[in-house]
């Protein structure tokens, strides 16, 4: 009866239609519900309860798409938003993993965690990438952090390779000073290469490793000489040089002789104080200890020396030039505190240059009895001036 005008094709599928929606109401109306519900536990990262949900609703949709594709419920841009979600939800476990990584302290190092933290999320943003979270300066401030935390463990390292150091030095073991110098050395160019010379937590482990290497042959003897010629007065709570420093000694720190009177066992001369400074430091490098210029106040005993009833170098003897070291009248063990060459002393901090105490041989005796100061510029040089150091019996640098 395909010729009867009662063939009407349009109405048959309109009632097809009508059919296919009567059929699937029921499931559309269980997939917004259960929409509806793995939208709220996506808010509140139940990713679990999420996933089962969306996984339901997209297999509801899907067999309606599928199986009733008369039916006006057909969905395709709803399938595609439900499996968006379902990405989304891994993207939230990615970074719920991440935050569980910056908030354990059970899992390796800082470093490993951060380091892991940084890769995950790395990997998060390249799959994952229009998700709410993707974040590209994350990914920067973890990568900053790495470098900070591992910055301070290398620092960390440096610092306790310094302590064995000083210790090596003190107890002059020199098969394991020169196995931590290398080690030292070693662990800074790493450190340098890693970060920059900028961020080592003491700038000058460099400097002082770099030479301690270049004058390791002589470390044991300039112990040795050093060791030798210390003394400890009564009334003082420190080591003393009994001498004025030599030009030797001098020589094979500084690398040079400033002297006018050439001679490696006259004390050197023509040191200004910032150089007698800096001659303190890297002896100090040297011997794992601090090392200090003289303070004023340590020489309050001397004020009842009878400066013309002891063999001192003053004018009236010296020929008005310097004398070898260790040929005076000592006092306490130390020679040449008055005479010879004045010396650089500091105040009480240890820090301000007071002047040049003692005298030198181009003074009077009488002179001294009024000031045995002379006040001086920092920078001032001349062939009278020299110094000698003191050592404090603790390690180098320590806060006691």
Not at 21 to 29: F, N, R
Not at 243 to 249: C, F, I, R, S
Not at 308 to 326: L, T
Request: net charge negative; glycine share 6%; with cysteine.
């Amino acid at each position: 009866m395909r010729e009867s005008p009662y063939v009407d094709v349009g109405e048959v599928a309109l009632l097809k239609q009508w059919l296919a929606s009567l059929q699937t109401i029921d499931a559309v109306a269980e997939v917004e519900e259960v929409i509806l519900s793995a939208k709220e536990a996506y808010s509140i990262r139940d990713w679990n309860e999420a996933e089962s949900l969306f996984d339901r609703a997209l297999s509801i949709q899907e067999s309606i798409n599928l199986n009733m594709p008369e039916s006006p419920h057909v969905r395709w841009r709803l399938v595609q938003e439900l499996k968006d979600y379902k990405l989304m939800i891994e993207a939230g476990r990615m970074n719920q993993r991440i935050e569980e990584l910056l908030s354990s302290s059970g899992e390796g190092t800082e470093t490993d965690r951060l380091r892991m933290a940084m890769n995950l999320q790395d990997l998060l943003n390249n799959k994952y990438g229009s998700s709410e979270f993707a974040d590209q300066d994350r990914v920067e401030r973890l990568r900053e952090a790495i470098a900070s935390d591992s910055s301070r463990a290398s620092g960390t390292l440096l610092q306790q390779l310094k302590i064995e150091l000083n210790r090596h030095l003190q107890d002059r073991d020199w098969g394991l000073v020169h196995k931590t110098l290398l080690e030292l050395e070693d662990s800074v160019d790493r450190f340098v290469d890693a970060f920059s010379l900028s961020l080592l937590p003491e700038p000058e482990v460099k400097e002082r490793v770099d030479w301690l290497i270049s004058i390791e042959p002589k470390l044991e003897m300039i112990s040795t000489s050093v060791e030798g010629r210390l003394v400890r007065p009564p009334k003082l709570s420190m080591r003393i040089l009994s001498t004025e420093v030599d030009q030797a000694l001098y020589e094979h720190i500084m690398g040079t002789n400033p002297s006018r009177w050439v001679d490696p066992n006259l004390p050197v001369d023509s040191v200004s104080f910032f150089d007698a400074q800096l001659f303190c430091k890297r002896l100090g490098w040297l011997l794992g200890r601090d090392v200090h210029i003289s303070q004023v106040d340590w020489f309050g005993f001397l004020s009842e020396v009878d400066l013309e009833g002891n063999v001192f170098w003053f004018s009236h003897n010296s020929g008005f030039r310097s004398k070898p070291i260790g040929n005076s009248e000592p006092i306490m063990g130390l020679y040449d505190l008055f005479g010879n060459l004045e010396e650089w002393i500091v105040d009480a901090s240890g820090e301000e240059v007071v002047g040049l105490f003692g005298g030198c041989g181009a003074d009077s005796p009488s002179k001294l009895r009024n000031d045995p100061i002379n006040q001086v510029a920092a920078n001032f040089r001349s062939r009278w001036t020299g110094f000698r150091f003191c050592i404090l019996d603790t390690t180098l640098n320590s806060p006691n």
